[in-house]
């Protein structure tokens, strides 16, 4: 059965890669398995089908015959559990894996989100000069720890898995503050997760969104 998910009808990255169904069509690609996408304009994901598929009105989701998934860890993850390609078969390993998804989603990426937002959302108000250093300084903390951990690796624990799909998209995010080539490691590491055939195509599939004419919903 195809699976279906949902994406933005207007992202405000246009495409290039920073939103979150970015890593459920990575995911897929890496695992060999076509899907179909559902583009929704903000206005419908807040409307009461969308919600009833997301409670919080946001993209991306998953349909798949009687199963449907909100949260973008979520998804990745029952991907990575049904199919052959981003988890390692040895219990250990696979447990490792799961717990990289988790560090990148839960630890590493909250900051640089928050980072995102002193800039964009806050950037106007009176303390937000003051504000953007400490921002800073909790994301070069983290990517300090992550760095020392990775080391000469090319991946977070032996061969690539969804920890590492996971971990690369979050980082992606720092391209244009200039932190991650702070951390020549980290930006090779992302850098090769880029490279990524499966990368590659869901990257252009979702830069399609905004040059291919899909249709909306």
């Known amino acids: 059965m195809t699976p279906t998910i949902t994406a933005f009808e207007s992202s405000p990255d246009r495409g290039q890669g920073l939103a979150r169904d970015m890593r459920v069509r990575w995911a897929l690609e890496e695992v060999g398995q076509p899907y179909e996408v559902r583009l929704v304009s903000l206005r419908a994901m807040k409307e009461p089908a969308h919600r009833a598929l997301h ?3 946001q993209i991306p989701t998953y349909e798949e015959g009687d199963l449907a998934l909100f949260e973008s860890g979520a998804i990745v993850l029952h991907i990575a559990e049904h199919h052959a ?3 390692p078969d040895d219990t250990n390993a696979r447990a490792r894996a799961i717990a990289w998804m988790f560090a990148a989603l839960n630890t590493v990426e909250p900051p640089i989100l928050e980072l995102q937002t002193a800039r964009f959302l806050e950037g106007d108000k009176p303390w937000a000069e003051q504000r953007l250093p400490l921002v800073k300084d909790r994301i070069r903390k983290r990517l300090g720890e992550l760095s020392d951990r990775l080391g000469a690796a ?8 969804a920890g590492d799909l996971m971990m690369v998209h979050a980082l992606l995010r720092l391209k244009p503050s200039g932190l991650l080539d702070e951390y020549p490691n980290l930006a090779a590491y992302a850098a090769r997760g880029e490279a990524r055939p499966a990368f590659q195509r869901a990257f252009a599939a979702q830069l399609a969104v905004f040059t291919g ?3 909306t919903v």
Request: hydrophobic share 40%; proline share 12%; no cysteine.
């Open 55 to 57: 409670p919080f009105g």
């Open 213 to 215: 004419g899909h249709p």
């Open 154 to 161: 090319d991946w977070l624990d032996g061969a690539f898995s």
């Open 85 to 87: 390609g981003l988890l």
